[in-house]
């Protein structure tokens, strides 16, 4: 059975030192819900308030409409994948599959049942007499997986669980258990620094930063519209582009770049229309790129050009001295050379912008916490 997780004014601290102030969140029934921030943030900490093992000093933990605050991490009915596997190396794959089973006191033959069905779903039923020694890093996390499923726990938890293996195989695992997690529907609590990882596989992220959320949504979401500057520079690369103007001009709005560069912005929210510093942010796709040094836009010199197959990355520097990075699809014409003249404007649709402190984005569509 799966369960909500609803967590109210969290409060973690070790001696005077906090690690989480207070900090609120509800997590669905059946939901991918991944914790993603930097190292040090919190992520792992209060992954480990939710099984068990950390202690909580202050706020509350509920399973549904159960407070488990004080609950034995063995009778939360939980199931834990960790970065090191975990995985028992002097027992067979199938002795560590049925070690949770075993533990539960179920009859000997329902144990075997359950571990072959976990085995099998997870593609490790041909190995159940190796032991972990013999098998590959993503063997030994399907291992690690089966085992915490097939106790049928009310609630998931993995701990930068692809840490350990390589990219290929990261990219491999990350589409096993995005699609185990979805055939089973259990609760699902992900902790990752890697920002594509958690795209790839949660159904909302919340972003951590110094034991805070920053911003809970759909990858789409967080991506398209962030919450703030930290939200927005953490995923995904974007160019930072600090004491532009926002000025209102005849009922219009526009922003004005240090360059002169002025382009009207339809959907900035009404108490953030008025003349005011902002802070834009412009992810590499979202700059357009114009060969003809003579055109409108903001005027750009090619500094360095990456060809890599389907886009090429281009590295430049604006006349304000400020340095940028494009991403343009790749053209069947030759690259343009260190040196070029270029001229840049924006997808304005597309572009974020944010107060002068970067507290806060003043566009419409901004989506924290929000149904």
Known sequence: MS??????????????????????VDI??????????????????????????????????????????????????????????????????????????????????????????????????????RLPERLSGGQQQRVALARALCIEPDVLLFDEPLSNLDAKL??????????????????????????????????????????????????KNIYQRPANLFVSTFIGRSNVMKGEKLVVEGGRTYVVTKSGYKAEFTNILPEYQKDQEVILSVRPEEFLLNPDASAEGIAATVDDCVFLGLNTHYFVHLESGEEVEIIQESSIDSTLQPGTKIRLTMNTSKVNIFTADGSANILTGVCNDCV
Not at 6 to 17: P, V
Not at 80 to 91: C, D, G, K, L, T
Not at 172 to 201: C, F, L, P
Request: hydrophobic share 40%.
């Open 3 to 24: 369960v909500t997780i609803s967590i109210k004014h969290a409060l973690k601290k070790y001696g005077e030192n906090v690690i989480i102030p207070d900090l609120n």
């Open 28 to 129: 669905k029934e059946g939901e991918f819900f991944t914790l993603l921030g930097p190292s040090g943030c919190g992520k792992t900490t209060l992954l480990r308030m939710i099984a068990g093992f950390n202690s909580i000093e202050g706020g509350d933990f509920y399973f549904n409409e159960n407070r488990i605050n004080d609950l034995d991490p063995a009778k939360r009915n939980i199931g834990m994948v960790f970065q090191n596997y975990a995985i028992f190396p002097h027992m067979t794959v199938r002795k560590n599959v049925e070690f949770g089973l075993k533990n539960r006191k179920l009859p000997k033959d329902e144990v075997r049942k359950k571990a072959d069905e976990f085995m099998k779903l997870m593609h490790v039923d041909e190995y159940a007499e």
């Open 170 to 219: 990261r990219v491999e695992m990350r589409t096993v258990i995005k699609n185990i997690q979805h055939s089973v529907g259990i609760t699902t609590v992900y902790v990752t620094h890697d920002q594509e990882e958690a795209m790839a596989v949660s159904d909302r992220i919340a972003v951590m930063s110094a034991g805070v959320i920053q911003h809970v949504g759909t990858p």
